[in-house]
């Protein structure tokens, strides 16, 4: 195999399955995946082991009828703005929110517990919260009998992991783990929420497991106001994931190595067979291109140039391919590379379905006209199929949704003419079901109905400080800006409101270096080097620093770990060892 795709998740899902279909049928194998990769893709991992399904087993509206909250590794004042404001109301009216974050986030203000452990630690403290709840018999006990399998190996596997052991690793004293254990096992109905800072590990999916194996025992699943969500990112990255943008996954999660699932797709596709085997991930197709492995490339509304990790190198094997496709909305870091640049149209100037975190299926119509020769990304990837050879003759998104439902059961009873009406969440019983809120309130879809416990170890980061790289490097976002800036740079309000490279520190360990906020200083990792500007911010603990990704003149990703959970083959962007330094003296310009 010579070319591999990455498709988008802020396209729609129908533009979602045309490129999967492209790569699948036009090239015969299965390279092809997205951004959910570097999001959640280890969070799925450890979901569809052990419950078997990705999606959220509620919706975040459900915080409402909860009496306890956890919401670990996530930053949602910022980063999932409405989500937060159920979570705020809730905590108004009484309900315990329980705020886990390495970083002092804006939600903390609301939270009954507040741990600000250390970060890559979650196995660590997770474990021995659930210690607790097994020495002290809070567990129900008929919930784990009526619908897990494994407990007796999982409450064998806890027994070492006492809070008084943790309390060191984690930097939470005993006493806080009790509480929160109590609290969260004696509740009448609780929910756990989750972001970045639990997936984007070596041991992401463990982590993952954790809370999985939490809520289990607990049995907060499958009830009012009860379940697992894992915040989704990208607006429609739960449905590029269910559309099949996955390398080892067929549209809703069905896999490619099983040749009857292979032959319902082509059958509807009326070809023939393509790769039975797992294609490449986003990480590991870029260093297939180094190895020649790879030599061309579709890549639609990504921005890997600033994205992926260990970015010099994703950027060497962008320049390396023979041949390049960039189709996006703006000219980005990654269409610099490019040999051909597709120009498409954006979200609200286009017809097309997009499934958001809660699983609610939601239509898009044009707003306005594309500028210039933008068109619909669904239309151009049919123009390229054509050219391929392949017969394709779609002229309407409605045609590819009715294909997708052909081999996709999560839509079933969810039409496009009930689209055209209104939003509909699946599953979806009946075709007057507004779809369910939460699911497993019956069991789980897997052997016998019943949800696993998976033991997690204890697993150091792939990277720890040490004498030459002694600070904690942690990277991801902020209010004003989306992901690599491609879009919200050029927003004139937002680059205006947050127009520099910044990075936040302890105002202690801002003295200590000798830099005023606001001055300059250099990051330097075993990949490479930024110039930033500093601010100080109490929120970050004295060893660490947070960038966020945005600034192509800073680019976080320079700094990031490439190294990979083993399951959900997503790369360490939440922990390097860095050294910080003040920036050394710019030349002096005479610009007199
Ligand atoms: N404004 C804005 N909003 C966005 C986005 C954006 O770019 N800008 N992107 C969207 C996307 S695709 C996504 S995936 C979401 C992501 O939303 P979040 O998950 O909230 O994203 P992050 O800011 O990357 O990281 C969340 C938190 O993880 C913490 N963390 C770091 N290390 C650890 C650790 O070891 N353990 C734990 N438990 N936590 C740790 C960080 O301190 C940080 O507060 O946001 C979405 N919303
Ligand atoms: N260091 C570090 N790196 C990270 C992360 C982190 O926390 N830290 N987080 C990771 C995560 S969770 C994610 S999701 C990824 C995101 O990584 P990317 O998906 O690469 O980042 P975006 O900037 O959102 O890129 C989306 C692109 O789509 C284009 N676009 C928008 N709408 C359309 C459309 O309708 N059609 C087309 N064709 N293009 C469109 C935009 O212009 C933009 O260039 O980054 C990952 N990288
Ligand atoms: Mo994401």
């Not at 009484?94 to 002092?104: A, F």
């Not at 075993?526 to 990704?549: K, L, N, S, T």
Request: hydrophobic residues 40%; negative net charge; glycine residues 8%.
């Amino acid at each position: 195999t010579l070319v591999a795709g990455f498709g988008s998740a802020k396209c729609s899902n129908e533009e979602a399955y045309l490129f999967q279909k492209l790569i699948r049928q036009g090239f015969g194998h299965n390279n092809v995946d997205h951004c959910t990769r570097l999001c959640h893709a280890s969070s799925v991992a450890a979901l569809l082991e052990n419950v078997g399904s990705g999606a959220v087993t509620a919706t975040f509206n459900e915080i409402e009828h909860a009496d306890v909250a956890i919401v670990i590794g996530a930053n949602p004042i910022e980063n999932h703005p409405v989500a937060a404001t159920y979570f705020k109301q809730f905590a108004k009216r009484g309900g315990k929110l329980i705020v886990m974050d390495p970083r002092g986030v804006g939600l903390k203000r609301y939270a009954t517990h507040r741990l600000q452990f250390r970060p890559g630690t979650d196995v660590a403290m997770l474990n021995a919260i659930m210690n607790v709840i097994v020495e002290e018999r809070l567990y129900d006990e008929q919930y784990i009998a009526g619908f897990t399998e494994n407990w007796e190996a999982m409450k064998a596997h806890l027994a070492e992991f006492t809070p008084e052991r943790m309390a060191p690793l984690c930097g939470i004293e005993a006493a806080v783990l009790r509480a929160v254990a109590r609290d969260f096992a004696t509740a009448r109905a609780g929910m756990i929420f989750w972001g970045m800072g639990i997936s984007q590990h070596i041991h992401g999916t463990d982590n993952s497991r954790c809370l999985i194996s939490l809520a289990l025992m607990t049995g907060h699943v499958g009830r009012p106001g009860t379940g697992l969500h894992p915040l989704r990112g990208q607006n429609n990255v739960q449905g590029a994931s269910d559309a099949g943008l996955i390398p080892m996954f067929l549209p809703d999660y069905q896999p490619v190595e099983d040749d009857g699932v292979r032959s319902a797709f082509t059958a509807v596709w009326g070809s023939g067979d393509f790769s039975n085997k797992r294609g490449l991930t986003v990480v590991e197709i870029m260093d297939a291109i180094h190895d020649d492995k790879i030599r061309g490339m579709y890549i639609l509304g990504e921005n890997p140039a600033m994205s992926d990790p260990d970015v010099e190198h994703a950027r060497d094997a962008l320049a390396r391919l023979e041949f390049l496709v960039v189709q996006d909305i703006f000219l980005t870091e990654t269409a610099n590379y490019a040999d051909v640049i597709l120009p498409s149209s954006a979200w609200p100037e286009k017809t097309g379905t997009v499934t958001n975190t809660n699983r609610q299926v939601q239509m898009g119509r044009p707003a306005v006209p594309p500028p210039g020769e933008a068109r619909e990304d669904w239309r151009i990837t049919t123009d390229l199929a054509r050219r391929l050879g392949l017969d394709w003759r779609y002229t309407h998104p409605r045609e590819v949704f009715a294909e997708m439902k052909l081999n996709m059961p999560s839509f079933d009873n969810i039409t496009w003419e009930r689209l055209e009406k209104t939003a509909v969440t699946y599953p979806s019983l009946s075709p007057e079901d507004p779809g369910q809120p939460i699911v497993f309130g019956d069991g789980f879809p897997r052997k016998e109905g019943r949800a696993r416990f998976t033991p997690a170890k204890v697993t150091a980061p792939a990277e720890t400080p040490d004498a030459d790289y002694p600070m904690i490097l942690l990277t991801g976002r902020q209010l004003e800006h989306w992901h690599t800036g491609s879009m919200t740079r050029r927003a004139a309000v937002l680059d205006w409101a947050e127009p520099e490279a910044n990075a936040t520190l302890n105002p202690k360990t801002l003295r200590r270096l000798g830099v005023a906020p606001g001055a300059m200083i250099r990051i330097a990792t075993r990949r490479g080097v930024i110039e930033i500007m500093a601010r100080a911010d109490r929120a970050v603990a004295e060893d660490m620093v947070f960038v966020p990704f945005a600034y192509v003149e800073a680019a976080a990703n320079i700094l990031t770990n490439p190294q990979l959970d083993p399951f959900g083959k997503i790369p360490e962007f939440k922990f390097s060892a860095c050294r910080v330094t003040p920036a050394p003296p710019r030349e002096v310009v005479a610009a007199e």
